[in-house]
């Protein structure tokens, strides 16, 4: 197999769980892969033998294993000597991380060892035999900027969502490889114990419904009402991200540039303006339905429903017409 010309993706865990955005990843991955007429890798660091089952659905050619109780955790340091000793030993010319704390941690003191270039926030990718060319958003999403990488490997984090996610195929099984062991007495960093925090309802990032709130809910005990109506739709709360800064819910239901990115089948926003950085996570949602007192607010140009009223008087008489009629 043409070894030193790979695709190879990292594919991260957590919790045993294989994080949402991998079939990202891997639809990038076989692009690039047919695109340059090579092999495509992916590495699982920490992951059950469930993860690996699911990853060996991905179509790549290897999937390399690494098993070392210590990338069970998300640790950064841990996480990189495993992942560079794979990459010398493997020798790939295209590397695919994930937009996560870990993944773009990885990615960036990847770079720096290996001494290349990254693309970060990859919205498109193209790439031919001597180079390859990323944009990403820059300035708070209002332009985009274009990178090109020339030396190889070149090393992507492609931004959530701007991608399809691939179909898991079981018809064809990848070949497990033992990744190479992590080299002693590399680990300049120890990880403590650290407790999960505890996510308000479903996975907002998984969610098929997200009832997201702004600063026009006026205060955290308002949330109250989103989550109640989530809970009646089987969805999960998100906000913008002043209420997050103001501390009325949970930084982890940031929605936007500077938080998560979500795409589900329906998108529900209440007071929220529609500034392009919250929107450029959540833009892709099939149906975005927008209440808002406000009839100039610029979230009436995205949605697709919109709504022109004060939520005091619109979701209390909308939760009740769930609650009576049985959910949707
Ligand atoms: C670099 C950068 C990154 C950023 N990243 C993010 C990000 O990731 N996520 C994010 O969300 N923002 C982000 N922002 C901030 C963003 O620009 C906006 O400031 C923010 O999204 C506005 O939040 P909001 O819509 O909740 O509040 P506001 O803009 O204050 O809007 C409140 C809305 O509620 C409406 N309203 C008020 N009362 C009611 C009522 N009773 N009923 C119905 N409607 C009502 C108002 O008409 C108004 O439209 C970022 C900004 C920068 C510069």
Known sequence: ???????????????????AGFWEL???GRQLATKLGTTMHVAVQGGDASTVTEVRNSGADQVHVAEDARLAEPWPDAHLAAFATLCR???PSVIVMPRTPLGMEVAARLAHRLGVGLAPDAMTIEATETGMVCTRP???????????LTRRPWIVVPYRRAFEAATPSSSCQS????????????LRTQCGPHARQSDEGPDLERARVVVAGGMGMSEA??????????????????????????GWVSSSLQIGLTGKTVAPEVYIAVGISGAIQHMSGCSSSRTIVAINKDPAAPIFQQSTYGVVGDWKEVLPAFRDALAGGGGR
């Open 89 to 91: 030993e493997l020798g």
């Open 26 to 28: 891997v639809t990038v």
């Open 138 to 148: 820059v300035f708070g999403g209002v332009a985009r900027a274009t990178i090109r």
């Open 1 to 19: 197999m043409g070894m030193a010309d790979g695709v190879l993706i990292f594919a991260e865990t957590d919790g045993g769980r294989l994080h």
């Open 221 to 246: 005990g308002s949330f109250q009402m989103l989550r109640e109506i989530a809970e009646l739709l089987g969805g999960a709360v998100g906000a913008s991200r002043p209420v997050c800064d103001a």
């Open 175 to 186: 070949e497990l490889v033992p990744a190479p062991a992590m080299p002693e007495g590399t």
